[in-house]
T-cell receptor, first 116, second 114 residues
Framework: AQKITQTQPGMFVQEKEAVTLDCTYDTSDQSYGLFWYKQPSSGEMIFLIYQGSYDEQNATEGRYSLNFQKARKSANLVISASQLGDSAMYFCAMREGGNRDDKIIFGKGTRLHILP | SAVISQKPSRDICQRGTSLTIQCQVDSQVTMMFWYRQQPGQSLTLIATANQGSEATYESGFVIDKFPISRPNLTFSTLTVSNMSPEDSSIYLC???????????FGSGTRLTVV
């Protein structure tokens, strides 16, 4: 069974609109971490935001916020005021357990297209 | 956060040959990770490389095909052995960082097997 599920293979959004990228996860661990990465066409992996399972507040980083719903095992990425440069692949990832040196696994990704 | 230098950035190889990919980190790290990203796909973890011990491989990946070395805390290599066109992918190394910085990734090696 997939540990990280991203149900939106592709999305088209008008520039300046907000966009929500869905991510659900599956783990039996109490301690875990959730990450979002952006991969533009250049191929580099750009870290966007992190949410720990014990964090009570949703993480925010500039225009990025993570809508963390623990009971639903959901960690959606919200991008406010989208820009053309936001067009890229977006991956949700999870680290199980409390060891910060442990591996992370990725969802299949969502390709976001921002329309002018 | 750490900075990773990954080489080569791309290569075109003949089937049946091997390619060794190197990752050099600018700081000491306990764990290094190797991923494969097939065309249009997500990142799949190949193995975890811990200095001083054998790498731990994920299901579907074996040491004979993807031998890994980890001679010290700043360096690792991944070899793709006896290559076939199905091995054409981007290979990336990664190291953990502080949670607020996420995991750092190398710039990737784009491998084409002909």
């Amino acid at each position: 069974a997939q540990k990280i599920t991203q149900t939106q293979p592709g999305m088209f959004v008008q520039e300046k609109e907000a966009v929500t990228l869905d991510c659900t996860y599956d783990t039996s661990d109490q301690s875990y971490g959730l990450f979002w990465y952006k991969q533009p066409s250049s191929g580099e992996m750009i870290f966007l935001i992190y949410q720990g399972s014990y964090d009570e507040q949703n993480a925010t980083e500039g225009r990025y916020s993570l809508n963390f719903q623990k009971a639903r095992k959901s960690a959606n990425l919200v991008i406010s005021a989208s820009q053309l440069g936001d067009s890229a692949m977006y991956f949700c990832a999870m680290r199980e357990g409390g060891n910060r040196d442990d591996k992370i696994i990725f969802g299949k990704g969502t390709r976001l297209h921002i329309l002018p | 956060s750490a900075v990773i230098s990954q080489k080569p950035s791309r290569d075109i190889c003949q089937r049946g040959t091997s390619l060794t990919i190197q990752c050099q980190v600018d700081s000491q790290v306990t764990m290094m990770f190797w991923y494969r990203q097939q065309p249009g796909q997500s990142l799949t973890l190949i193995a975890t490389a811990n200095q001083g011990s054998e790498a731990t491989y994920e299901s579907g990946f074996v040491i004979d095909k993807f031998p890994i070395s980890r001679p010290n805390l700043t360096f690792s290599t991944l070899t793709v052995s006896n290559m076939s066109p199905e091995d054409s992918s981007i290979y990336l190394c990664s190291v953990p960082g502080a949670n607020s910085y996420g995991y750092t990734f190398g710039s990737g090696t784009r491998l084409t097997v002909v």
